[in-house]
């Protein structure tokens, strides 16, 4: 079975600083690997996806995040946080001949002026 | 407009009293699971479907029944409820299990 480790629960930063949220999960086979969002008092929403090809994919909102299969690692990136982007953050995987999905425990994000 | 909807939105209820949570899509997506969330475990899958008919459980599907007779309809029925099944419940939707997820607005239970 997968699983995945989020290696920060709380990542504090200031406006106009990167952030970089780190995912790391475990896995024998090949994976699909997602980023959500959930922003206060709401649902979910995909911020990328990796299921084959180049491993920088880029999602919205100016969020990337790289696959890195040797380390097992999947992190999350944005070159200059906005007060909006305060959310938490979900790193999520499935194995690509199944469709159970297992999310991290998630990463509070607070930016702050 | 495409939406995954549930009902109800917050819902208090007793030890042992039998409720059910329902979900509903308009996208035609095959696939369809629910979650429970609760604060430091992120989000855990209970059961999903991948269509009508199919379902199979995911990593904590003790104490939930799910039925999926219907293509656009996914509800989470709870036989006996207890309180550590209080906790905030999300509906989700894709055209397949690979694909984005599109997640409902969440129904809050709290079991006393």
């Known amino acids: 079975a997968q699983s995945v480790t989020q290696l920060d629960s709380q990542v504090p930063v200031f406006e106009e600083a990167p952030v970089e949220l780190r995912c790391n999960y475990s896995?024998?086979?090949?994976?699909?690997l997602f980023w959500y969002v959930q922003y206060p008092n709401q649902g979910l929403q995909l911020l990328l996806k990796?299921?084959?090809?180049?491993?920088l994919v880029k999602g919205i909102n100016g969020f990337e995040a790289e696959f890195n299969k040797s380390q097992t690692s999947f992190h999350l990136r944005k070159p200059s946080v906005h007060i909006s982007d305060t959310a938490e953050y979900f790193c999520a995987v499935s194995l690509t001949n199944d469709y159970k999905l297992s999310f991290g425990a998630g990463t509070t994000v607070t930016v702050r002026a | 407009e495409a939406q995954v909807t549930q009902n109800p939105r917050y819902l208090i209820t007793v030890t042992g009293k039998k409720l059910t949570v329902t979900c509903s899509q308009n996208m035609n997506h095959e696939y369809m699971s629910w979650y429970r969330q609760d604060p430091g475990l992120g989000l855990r899958q209970i059961y999903y479907s991948m269509n009508v008919e199919v379902t199979d459980k995911g990593d904590v599907p003790e104490g939930y029944k799910v039925s999926r007779k219907e293509k656009r309809n996914f509800p989470l029925i709870l036989e006996s409820p207890s309180p550590n099944q209080t906790s905030l419940y999300f509906c989700?939707?894709?055209?397949?299990?690979?694909?984005?997820?599109?997640f409902g607005p969440g129904t809050r239970l709290l079991v006393l």
């Open positions: 989700a939707s894709s055209v397949s299990g690979t694909e984005t997820q599109y």
């Open positions: 990796y299921l084959s090809g180049s491993t």
């Open positions: 896995s024998s086979v090949s994976v699909y």
